[in-house]
């Protein structure tokens, strides 16, 4: 009974490995960003014998709007044949001649291929509001990543109440961009997008879910201690110019921390 058992599982054993050996290639991570005349490292498993790397060069053209799997027009493409490949990684070289942008792929092993992967694509990883989780009207939104930006002319856009709001950042790298949001902005829940300058339509990705709504004027921290203004808690003279210049000050910035604080606390040493 125990050898029909051990024999049973050595058949389901080899039958499991054979069918992972004939499964098609796939792709776990992408080393990017990469340029032309770059190594692109792949990691991943079932490359096969002798694969090859069919290789495309997205045009840049018009992002449009936001959308998930959006077709994008080819601008080159070409086969390469791997520098290196191993179990776990295939190394190849982008084109020289080719410029700088986002990159798809699929690697063939011997007819069986790859999903399509993205080279130099955004990667956004998490974002920040001027609320933290939230952001307000007027507020500002941070998109952390890789690859946000590669021309300098990245976008963000945001997805609610059925339309799409594109912003451009007033601070842009290849690792964060960081927009205004319009003070009239519509309170709600808006799909957060991010597009870094190149790709086209097909260089759209989504950064998640960022919810907008008013929140309270946050005090200024600034500290304006009426003895810097000539006030003297024990004096026994009248400290109110001095009150009333640390009062002017604080206005002129458009307030401080704790201004009434200080007043109180000069009249109780006073009294």
Request: net charge negative; hydrophobic share 45%.
């Amino acid at each position: 009974m125990k050898q029909t058992i051990l024999t049973l599982l050595t058949v389901l054993l080899l039958g499991a490995l054979t069918s992972l050996h004939a499964s098609q290639p796939v792709v776990f991570w992408v080393s990017d960003p990469v340029q032309p005349g770059e190594v692109v490292l792949v990691e991943g498993a079932n490359w096969g014998e002798a694969p090859k790397v069919e290789l495309t060069w997205l045009q840049d053209g018009k992002a449009g709007e936001p959308a998930a799997q959006a077709a994008g027009e080819v601008q080159k493409s070409a086969v390469v044949m791997p520098l290196q490949t191993n179990a776990s990684s295939v190394k190849f070289l982008v084109p020289k001649d080719w410029q700088p942008g986002v990159y798809a792929f699929q690697v063939d092993a011997g007819g069986a291929k790859s999903a399509p992967a993205a080279i130099n694509a955004p990667s956004p990883w998490w974002q920040q509001g001027d609320w933290g989780k939230e952001a307000s009207p007027g507020g500002w939104l941070r998109v952390f990543g890789r690859c946000l930006s590669l021309s300098g002319k990245a976008t963000v856009a945001l997805k609610g109440a059925g339309k799409a709001l594109t912003l451009t950042p007033i601070q842009q790298d290849l690792w964060s961009l960081n927009v205004t949001l319009p003070a009239d902005m519509a309170a709600g829940d808006y799909e957060t997008w991010v597009h870094s300058g190149s790709g086209g339509p097909a260089g759209w990705r989504k950064a998640g879910t960022v919810k907008v709504a008013a929140h309270p004027f946050p005090p200024k921290p600034e500290v304006f201690d009426v003895t810097a203004y000539g006030a003297n808690p024990n004096g026994g003279f009248d400290d109110s110019l001095a009150v009333q210049k640390a009062l002017d000050a604080a206005g002129d910035n458009g307030g401080g921390a704790n201004d009434w604080v200080l007043v109180l606390e000069v009249g109780r040493k006073d009294g």
